[in-house]
């Protein structure tokens, strides 16, 4: 890498709830904690993998039948003299 052209790249923890994981960041936290003599920044993250509903599969899907099929159901069945 070219020197000066790339940001710095810290190694933090990232923290969400009880689950913690280690990476690099960009950001450079005023909080920090040592683990295994590595300091690391601690960044507090509201949604992630391990909380999401989408990445958890605990979201349900509220409508399974597509565009048409709910078309069909609602006017498909009616006579044709209540369509004019």
Known sequence: MKQGLHPNNY????V???HEWTGT?????????????VEYGVISVEI??????????????VDTA???E??????GNQPATARK
Do not use: N, W
């Not at 960041?25 to 003599?37: C, E, F, I, W």
């Open 25 to 37: 960041s960009t950001l450079k936290p005023s909080q920090t904690r040592v683990v295994d003599g």
């Open 66 to 68: 597509g565009r048409v």
């Open 16 to 18: 969400d709830g009880e």
């Open 70 to 75: 709910k078309f069909m159901r609602r006017y």
């Open 11 to 14: 190694p933090v923890i990232f």
């Open 48 to 61: 992630s993998a391990y909380s999401h509903p989408f990445y958890t599969g605990q979201k349900k899907l």
